[in-house]
C-alpha cells in the first residue's frame, strides 16, 4: 500500500489562475480530510469527505474553494482565481472509519506558491 | 473552542539527555490528544495518542486534565528523534476535526 498520495508536490500558480490539488487515499479508505498549513503555523481543518458527499466544509473559506471526492478517482481541492495567501502547504489524509476510530494517515502535502 | 499551544519553536538537546516537548490545551470537554512526528522530508504520521497509553519509540506522555497539558518525554535523546513534532487534539463524542498546535523542532545534537 503506497500510502496516501498528493500531487503535484510542489505547485507555482500566478494570481488569478487556477490551482488543482489531489489527493488518493489509501486502498480500501473512504473518508478523506484536508488541512491547511500556512507558514509558521500548525495545519488547520478545512474539509471532511467521504465517497461523493461533502461531511463538513466549516474550515474551508467561503469563496474561491472547493472540494469533491467523486466515486472514480482522487479527491481535488480546487482553488480558483488564488491569491499571495494562499500560499500554503496542503495536506490531506485518510483513514477507513471517522479519525476517531482509526489513525488517519497523512500524505506529503502539496506546496502551493502563488506568485 | 478548542486550541493547541506548543510554546516552544525549537527544542535543541544533546544525545543521550532527556527530552520533554510541551503541550498546553484548552477545552471543556473531555478531549483525545495525540502527538505527530514529521521526520525530513517525510509525512506526517502518528506516534502516539493518550487512550493507548503507549511508550512508542521510547516517548511517552500523559494527559493531566488539571494542568490541561499532554507534554511528550524522552528519558535519553537519540539522534534520530530529531524531526518537527505536533500536538493535536480531537474534541468530543463524534468529531473528526484535529486541532494542531504550531509544532516544535527538535534538534538533537550529537
Known amino acids: 500500500n503506497a500510502g496516501v498520495m498528493q500531487n503535484p508536490r510542489h505547485l507555482v500558480r500566478r494570481r488569478g489562475q487556477e490551482a488543482r490539488l489531489r489527493c488518493s487515499p489509501m486502498?480500501?479508505?473512504?473518508?478523506v480530510y484536508w488541512y491547511r498549513q500556512l507558514p509558521e503555523e500548525g495545519l488547520k481543518f478545512m474539509v471532511y469527505?467521504?465517497?461523493?458527499?461533502?461531511?463538513?466544509e466549516s474550515g474551508m473559506p467561503k469563496e474561491r474553494f472547493s472540494a469533491e471526492f467523486p466515486k472514480e478517482g482522487p479527491s481535488i481541492l480546487r482553488i480558483q482565481q488564488v491569491v499571495r495567501g494562499d500560499s500554503a502547504a496542503y495536506f490531506c489524509?485518510?483513514?477507513?472509519?471517522?479519525?476517531?476510530?482509526?489513525?488517519?494517515?497523512f500524505g506529503q502535502g502539496t506546496r502551493l506558491t502563488v506568485v | 473552542a478548542q486550541r493547541v499551544t506548543q510554546p516552544e519553536k525549537l527544542l535543541s538537546v544533546f544525545k543521550g539527555a532527556p527530552v520533554e516537548l510541551k503541550c498546553n490545551y484548552s477545552?471543556?470537554?473531555?478531549?483525545?490528544l495525540f502527538w505527530y512526528v514529521q521526520y525530513s522530508r517525510q509525512r506526517l504520521q502518528l506516534l502516539l495518542r493518550?487512550?493507548s497509553r503507549e511508550s512508542i519509540k521510547g516517548f511517552t506522555a500523559d494527559l493531566n486534565k488539571g494542568e490541561t497539558s499532554f507534554h511528550l518525554k524522552k528519558p535519553f535523546a537519540q539522534e534520530e528523534d530529531s524531526a518537527m513534532y505536533y500536538c493535536?487534539?480531537?474534541?468530543?463524542?463524534?468529531?473528526?476535526?484535529?486541532?494542531f498546535g504550531k509544532g516544535t523542532k527538535l534538534s538533537v545534537i550529537p
Open positions: 493535536a487534539l480531537l474534541s468530543g463524542a463524534g468529531s473528526y476535526q484535529l486541532t
Open positions: 493518550h487512550i
Open positions: 489524509a485518510s483513514s477507513p472509519n471517522g479519525v476517531r476510530e482509526t489513525e488517519a494517515f
Open positions: 469527505l467521504q465517497k461523493e458527499n461533502i461531511i463538513d
Open positions: 477545552y471543556s470537554g473531555s478531549p483525545e
Open positions: 486502498k480500501g479508505h473512504s473518508h
